[in-house]
């Protein structure tokens, strides 16, 4: 009873349709206060929650298997047994305590009961959430604002079921949602709703002091103050008949606004630069971007475009196929299952939505709506609804990503490069890999060379997923690009440069640098230039700079699916299930040696994990030299489906011009460095040239990248005062 006194001494009772609440709550009649309260939630109106929340009529088909299995304490794949302990932690990774007490699995329940009606989901909701309630009583953290931040952070980062990061999910994902879910059943009790509500004020009001701002508390990943004000957030706009609730309104939008300009850099991309954090984040602004139009809560114009920024960025790394990378720290996301990952239990990315479970669907499919955006539509739905994206090849030079594509299509080729900084680089890069200059390649409706994901957050695995051999590039040494101090912290981090890049309709060229290895006693320079001859294949040059002695260890890693099949010259040619391919053609083979893995546990290598927790071997291959001073490697990249492309391949004067063959097609690529180069009959500027033949010796059309002038056979074929940034294309007739 007097949980209930205090409780109704938090309402604003003068609100309008609080007056029978009002009434008996001033006769001490606290439990009829309780009735009137549960009933007035039960038939409130001007309060909107999201779209897809109108409870069906009548039972419907829904797979209660997992709810069953909750019933049971059977919590995130753990028989939890009568009697729960919430601090568990049974795989040795604090995640999965973390996640315990997030309560996700509630709204398993939530879904179960609205879809059949069954009480027995209503039971054990209650019965779960009383039973943490009891053994979890909100903490006494004042001392935390008396103590320095280094002599609190262990806790705030690690201890406790209070975390504020906690607390913020366990809001917007469980708690918020569950009420809605349950409220109409008769086992949602007076009785429980006050002790709901206790527990909701208690978090809010936790979140509103114990806040994680970027840049000034406690020097934690950015996106914990995101989520933490999104639990406040709901809070203040849904339960206006709070007294504090207009503070928490206020606190969290101004904390959301001041977040959304200090995290999203200027290209659209989450400060963090991890693609499944982005993905967090860009929900959450958006969760309640559109929970404030709906409940008439005033939102800046830099919130909207950044948050319409963010989305953007979405489109403009994900693969044609309908497939969003696994970047940095991030699981595999698509836009057609159910959910948009299946982690054992870490899923950043399973946010609750009824109007559509898939989060990565429903940011695009939001986007489109508030931003009445086709083209996002029309990548949520894979084609179905909206009309094509005009984002073709596109730099993001801040969040340090440069898509290459052809086109929109299921069967379209893309290629994504890393060059850029780690992560927040002031902020120990916690999500950051050692991925510098890696690439993503898809073709043909599959992933044919893959960022294998991040895995786990805790022990040897985590160390490999976050290191240089797990990804696109080369190792030098045996050494990471950005040397690990453990599995959140680098010792050293790689610095990345970007030297040109390029997109046209015919070609698209990029050329990047790292200083990673400029720690060594001998220092090397890694630079990578990729050029994409559309829409045929991709020309990788690996140059390696040194004085003395090295080992160089290149590496490609493929989807789990894929079958390898290996050639005397160290080409591979790796097939899919969907007769989709990619040849790798290694070009300069001299010294070269070759390994293959395939789930090696000893040294780890040959993994990919597509979701938390979870990990799958699959093939990867190593091209090795060891030489003395510098090297280079030299590799051509062929995506293909059904039989394979009638091509050859020469390298010609240097290692620096190539012959491509190409069915009926001769395709000359030049790279140079010179202000002016010379080649045969050509002479050109620019660091990348391309000349297309017939089969008859003729000139068909040359490409060349920054280029001012062109003569061919004396001939002038272009003479321009200004240099072009884009390709300039010229056709000799």
Not at 575 to 595: C, H, Q, W
């Amino acid at each position: 009873m007097e949980q209930m006194k205090t409780f109704f001494s938090w309402l604003d009772l003068e609100r309008k349709s609080l007056e029978l609440v009002k009434e008996h709550v001033q006769r001490g009649d606290y439990p009829a206060a309780a009735s009137a309260l549960l009933m007035y939630f039960r038939y409130r109106h001007g309060i909107h929650y999201y779209d897809g929340w109108e409870k069906p009529a009548r039972p419907v088909p829904y797979d209660t298997s997992k709810a069953d299995a909750i019933c049971n304490h059977y919590l995130i794949g753990q028989d939890m047994g009568p009697d729960i302990d919430w601090h568990a932690n049974p795989h040795g990774d604090p995640e999965w305590t973390y996640c315990l007490n997030r309560h996700e699995f509630l709204t398993e329940l939530g879904r179960a009961y609205w879809y059949t009606g069954d009480e027995k989901y209503t039971i054990a909701f209650k019965e779960i959430l009383s039973d943490w309630i009891a053994k979890n009583p909100i903490p006494d953290l004042e001392w935390m604002l008396n103590v320095s931040s280094e002599t609190s952070r262990m806790y705030f980062m690690k201890q406790g079921n209070w975390r504020p990061l906690t607390i913020g999910i366990r809001l917007y994902t469980s708690f918020v949602p569950c009420f809605y879910h349950f409220l109409d059943s008769p086992e949602f009790t007076p009785d429980f709703l006050i002790q709901m509500l206790t527990s909701m004020v208690e978090h809010a009001r936790h979140n509103r002091v114990y806040y994680t701002r970027h840049k000034s508390y406690f020097n934690v990943s950015p996106n914990w103050g995101v989520m933490e004000s999104n639990g406040l957030a709901h809070m203040g706009i849904l339960f206006p008949e709070l007294k504090e609730a207009g503070d928490w309104r206020d606190a969290a939008m101004a904390r959301l606004e001041e977040q959304i300009r200090m995290q999203v850099l200027p290209d659209g991309m989450q400060v963090e630069r991890a693609s499944g954090y982005h993905l967090v984040c860009t929900f959450c602004f958006l969760q309640i971007l559109d929970l404030a139009l709906r409940n008439h809560v005033r939102v800046s114009d830099t919130y909207m475009k950044n948050t319409e920024k963010m989305i953007d960025f979405i489109l403009g790394i994900m693969k044609p196929h309908g497939y969003y990378p696994m970047l940095k720290d991030g699981d595999e996301s698509d836009v057609f299952g159910a959910r948009t990952s299946y982690g054992l239990w870490e899923d950043i990315n399973n946010l609750n939505m009824l109007e559509d479970s898939n989060d990565l669907r429903w940011v695009l499919k939001a986007g489109a709506r508030i931003f009445n955006r086709p083209d996002m539509l029309y990548v949520a739905t894979h084609r179905k609804e909206g009309t094509p994206p005009r984002i073709g090849s596109v730099a993001a030079p801040h969040a340090g990503f440069y898509t290459m594509r052809t086109g929109w299509n299921h069967k379209d080729l893309y290629l994504t490069f890393t060059c850029g900084p780690l992560g927040v680089m002031d902020q120990n890069c916690v999500h950051g890999h050692a991925d510098a200059l890696s690439i993503d390649v898809s073709g043909f409706g599959e992933t044919l060379l893959i960022d294998p994901g991040r895995y786990i957050y805790e022990g040897p695995d985590r160390l490999w997923f976050k290191g240089t051999s797990a990804h696109n590039t080369v190792v030098v040494d045996g050494e990471d690009s950005s040397l690990l101090a453990d599995e959140w912290m680098f010792k050293t981090k790689a610095n990345s440069f970007l030297r040109c890049w390029s997109a046209a309709d015919a070609m698209d060229y990029v050329d990047g640098y790292h200083d990673g290895y400029q720690r060594l006693h001998d220092p090397v320079t890694h630079r990578r230039r990729i050029c994409f001859v559309k829409p045929h294949f991709w020309l990788i040059l690996d140059d390696l700079t040194a004085r003395t002695c090295h080992t160089y260890d290149q590496y490609f890693h493929f989807a789990p699916q894929c079958r390898i099949h290996e050639s005397e010259d160290f080409t591979l040619t790796a097939l899919y299930s969907n007769d989709a391919g990619v040849i790798v053609k290694p070009l300069i083979t001299e010294s070269m040696r070759f390994a293959r893995f395939h789930g090696s546990p000893n040294p780890i290598q040959g993994w990919v994990s597509y979701d938390y927790a979870v990990k799958v071997p699959a093939e990867a291959v190593r091209y090795s030299k060891r030489v003395r001073a510098g090297t280079q490697f030299v590799t051509l990249l062929i995506p293909f489906q059904g039989q394979t492309p009638d091509y050859s391949v020469k390298v010609l004067d240097l290692n620096d011009v190539f012959q491509i063959d190409w069915n009926d097609v001769r395709y000359v690529l030049i790279f140079s460095d010179r202000p002016e180069t010379k080649w045969r009959a050509f002479e050109f500027d620019g660091p990348v040239f391309c000349a297309k033949y017939d089969q008859e010796d003729n000139l068909l059309e040359c490409y060349g990248v920054q280029t001012s002038r062109i003569v061919y056979q004396g001939k002038v074929l272009l003479d321009s005062v200004i240099r072009h940034r884009a390709d300039c294309t010229v056709v000799n007739r």
